[in-house]
Structure formats: C-alpha cells, structure tokens
C-alpha cells in the first residue's frame, strides 16, 4: 500500500478542481512552456522544437495576461525564442518582434529589477 501524506485528499469532483486555468495561468504556463522547448532545439536541434516553441510563447493568454508584473519577463521569453528562430530561419519578422518585445521589456523594467541588465544585454545582442 502507498503511503498517503495527511494533506492527500483524493478528487471530490468539484467543478473548482475542473475550472480551466486564468490568463495568468496560462500566460505563465505557455512561458515557461516555450523556454522549455527552446532548450531542447538548442539541446537536440530539432526544428519541430524550435517551431512548438515559438508557439507557446505566442499563446494568446499572454497578450490577454498583459496587464501583469510578469509581462516583460514573458516578452523577454518570447525574444528568446524569436531570436533563435531569426538565427534558423533569417525571417526578419522574427528578430524585429524580438526587438521590439525587449525594447517594451527594457522600458517597463525599472533599473533596480534584477532582470533588467539581463533584458538589456539581450536587447543589445538582438540589436547587432
């Protein structure tokens, strides 16, 4: 028999537990999504990885979810992928959204955030 934890509670079947999840949710989700899957292409170099990538990042919930704190993190996330699918692809597309998501992402961090050096090298790169 398996030990069950005293916090365990098996599913009662509440509509609650089968609420679909909020934007933020989802936003969050299909970010870190789509870093997961950048990280393989670049481990194992399958395009269809690169391609699921550039779709999770593009998830509509994350445009919706734009009003959150977590907004510039996403776009940094985006430019991510965008950026490595510039450096297969070469569509301009790509790097120009890129660019302009880590433009926002620099713009809308202020300076003492951690991230916003790291937002800024990544703007630079893109920009060269």
Known sequence: MRHR???????SG?????A????ETLAATSSFLGLARLDRYQTFGQAADLEAAAE?????AVARAAASAHHAQRLTNRAAVLTARF????DLADITQAIDDLTF????TPPSQHD???????LAVALL
Not at 20 to 23: L, T, Y
Not at 87 to 90: E, L, T, V
Not at 105 to 108: G, H, N, P, Q, T
């Open 5 to 11: 934890s005293p916090s365990f509670r098996p599913s």
């Open 105 to 108: 992402a620099v713009s809308a």
């Open 56 to 60: 999770a990042v593009h998830h509509p």
């Open 87 to 90: 450096g297969r692809h070469h």
């Open 20 to 23: 679909a999840p909020d934007d």
């Open 116 to 122: 916003h050096p790291v937002m800024a090298i990544k």
């Open 14 to 18: 509440h509509a609650v537990e089968n």
